[in-house]
């Protein structure tokens, strides 16, 4: 497959990537901490993860590796640095899977009320194990459907929003069209600082398209692709959540409900609703699917690099090792675990730590590309902004109480890696280097 994809289909494939339910479900969190200037947030995230990402496309594009991010990180710090941001990566994919695993609950509980959130968790782990299992076609096939069925729920609701605007709908009984612009610093600049984080999230995804570009037909397009698919996603984020804030108050936007669907029910529109949580369902379990399989499959690389033990390699192509399967099973019932414990906080703790190793392994990047490529002024300026905003948005969570939870998990995560690498450093004298 080597060299056949165009930029706009790794631009495509980006999107399939991104959107996922940090933005369908974790959205409701920052716009209940920001209000109405969750949009500016959006901006913000938007602009920092280009910064980040035309960090990772420029490395790319100068010099293709196969381990991406993680190869330049041993490049620019040693071997001990590729081995800590793999596994560091490695904490926030199996982070990310429970959040999504979270969410995909929280959307089936539109139609079941008073199923339990780890009951329906734990159906949906078991679909998308067995779809791990069967291998990495079905996969492959998952996603590229997946991604056309995400981006018809997000054009669905903008064109049936834009509708609405209009007069096409007859609104529920008391409801009324309001507008974001007449509170919009209600929640003050703390609010803006608090939501960052989960606007972040929604753009997770990028560093996949890293991974792949050793797919495109000329690597110096990958920073071509990214370019045009962020600028379109900003766009769409902010004038999706500008949407979803005209036709339904922010206040009552809960983090129980994608505030899509809280908006799609404001009007009179049989099994609308019904459909687009089918929808949101369907781009949910594929995004958790392809966290599944990275999960599982960055396990297998680390341990054919020797960061890992052997146990985990890959034992048949196009199948995962049974060893590294049976690792995710046991992550994927640690979060079933997690949602009979905490049902009522655990997307908010998770998504919070999965986020925040995100944005860890986004500044490894940042580093990595200031040692190795930034020479000129502004490059250099460039980075120093897409760090500061990345430590705004970690920073931001100690505003919050559960968000605060989630930081104190993330640098749990963190002193486990230190102590991993630090051993790891001592029994191999070449990761000194």
Not at 59 to 75: C, D, I, L, N, V
Not at 207 to 233: F, I, T, Y
Not at 399 to 419: D, M, N, P, Q
Not at 425 to 430: A, D, E, F, G
Request: glycine share 8%; charged share 10%; hydrophobic share 55%.
């Amino acid at each position: 497959m080597d060299g056949k994809l165009t930029w706009w289909q790794m631009s495509f494939i980006g999107v399939g990537c991104i959107i996922g339910t940090g933005f369908f479900l974790g959205s409701s969190i920052a716009i209940e901490l920001a209000g109405p200037s969750v949009l500016v947030c959006y901006l913000a995230a938007g602009i920092g993860t280009y910064i980040v990402f035309h960090a990772l496309a420029s490395m790319t594009a100068h010099h293709p590796e196969k381990g991406s991010f993680r190869t330049y990180a041993k490049q620019a710090f040693g071997t001990w640095a590729g081995f800590g941001n793999g596994w560091l990566y490695w904490c926030s994919e199996m982070l990310i899977m429970g959040s999504q695993l979270t969410a995909l609950a929280i959307f089936a509980r539109f139609w079941f009320p008073n199923v339990p959130l780890w009951l329906c968790a734990a159906c949906f782990a078991v679909l998308g194990l067995s779809v791990l299992w069967i291998g990495t076609q079905l996969i492959e096939k998952l996603e590229n459907i997946c991604g056309l069925i995400k981006l018809a729920a997000l054009v669905m609701f903008l064109i049936l929003a834009i509708v609405a605007l209009f007069g096409g709908f007859e609104k529920s009984a008391g409801q009324t069209l309001s507008s974001p612009l007449e509170e919009f610093f209600t929640q003050g600049f703390n609010g803006i600082w608090a939501a960052l984080i989960f606007c972040f999230y929604a753009f997770g995804g990028i560093e996949v398209m890293g991974l792949m570009a050793k797919e495109l037909k000329d690597p110096k397009d990958a920073l071509r692709s990214g370019k045009w698919m962020l600028l379109a996603l900003t766009v769409l984020y902010i004038l999706g959540f500008w949407l979803v804030m005209e036709i339904v108050s922010w206040a009552a936007i809960s983090p129980d409900e994608s505030p899509f669907l809280s908006a799609l029910k404001t009007f009179s529109l049989p099994l609308v609703p019904d459909i687009f949580n089918g929808l949101l369902i369907v781009a949910g379990f594929s995004t958790m699917v392809a966290s599944l399989y990275a999960v599982t499959t960055m396990l297998m690389t680390l341990s054919e690099e020797g960061d890992a033990p052997a146990r985990f390699k890959e034992e048949k192509s196009g199948r995962v090792s049974g060893a590294a399967f049976l690792l995710t099973v046991i992550v994927v019932a640690a979060s079933v675990i997690l949602a009979v414990w905490l049902p009522e906080t655990i997307f908010e703790y998770i998504t919070t730590a999965a986020g925040l190793l995100l944005l860890y392994n986004w500044a490894f990047i940042l580093l990595s590309y200031y040692k190795l490529m930034a020479r000129a002024w502004f490059a250099k300026i460039r980075v120093t902004t897409g760090l500061l905003l990345l430590l705004s948005a970690v920073t931001g969570t100690l505003l919050e109480k559960i968000a605060r939870t989630g930081f104190y998990v993330s640098l749990l995560f963190l002193i486990v890696i230190a102590i991993a690498t630090y051993i790891k450093q001592k029994q191999s004298p070449i990761m000194k280097s």
